[in-house]
């Protein structure tokens, strides 16, 4: 012990880095799973008031997307949610990024569309935290 009262391992464990979490594949699906909903239900809110068929034609999409990622939660093994899921649900992620981005242009300005991007966006960090 030194004179601080401190034991040398405690200092070393101190000392140290803090852990970095462990995510595994299925927790992090799970998670961007829980966004996208959250990006879908506020997506068919405002489909529901708008007019524009672009959005409808995105609410479609993301709804076929979720649908796709919602129903390998289940059915797939842990490596092919590794190897398979993931890629998939981050390359569906940027493809939909990108339409709505197209779709709320400069001409539009649309905040739900906004808030559904970043709901998104979000979903995708949830994903690439696994690389």
Same mark, same amino acid.
């Given at each position: =012990?030194?004179? @601080?009262? %401190?034991? /040398?391992? #405690?200092?070393?464990? $101190?000392?140290?880095?803090?852990?970095?979490?462990?995510?595994?594949?299925? @927790?992090?699906?799970?998670?961007?799973? $829980?966004? =996208?909903? !959250? /990006?879908?239900?506020?997506?068919?809110?405002?489909?529901?008031?708008?007019?524009?068929?672009?959005?409808? #034609?995105?609410? +479609?999409?993301? &709804?076929? *997307? *979720?649908?796709? !990622? *919602?129903?390998?939660?289940?059915?797939?093994?842990?490596?092919?949610?590794?190897?398979?899921?993931?890629?998939? =649900?981050?390359?569906?992620?940027?493809?939909?990024?990108? %339409?709505?981005?197209?779709?709320?242009?400069?001409?539009? +300005?649309?905040? =739900?569309?906004? /808030?559904?991007?970043?709901?998104?966006? !979000?979903? &995708?960090?949830? %994903?690439?935290?696994? #690389?």
């Amino acid at each position: =012990m030194s004179d @601080d009262g %401190i034991s /040398a391992p #405690a200092r070393q464990a $101190c000392a140290g880095s803090p852990p970095q979490p462990a995510f595994n594949a299925e @927790d992090l699906a799970s998670d961007a799973l $829980c966004h =996208m909903e !959250a /990006a879908l239900a506020v997506l068919e809110v405002h489909a529901q008031r708008c007019q524009y068929p672009d959005v409808h #034609a995105a609410l +479609d999409l993301l &709804r076929s *997307y *979720y649908d796709t !990622a *919602y129903g390998h939660m289940d059915s797939e093994p842990l490596p092919d949610m590794e190897s398979v899921v993931l890629p998939r =649900m981050s390359s569906d992620l940027d493809r939909v990024v990108g %339409i709505l981005q197209r779709v709320n242009g400069d001409d539009r +300005d649309d905040l =739900m569309l906004h /808030a559904v991007n970043h709901l998104l966006r !979000a979903a &995708r960090r949830h %994903i690439q935290r696994q #690389a």
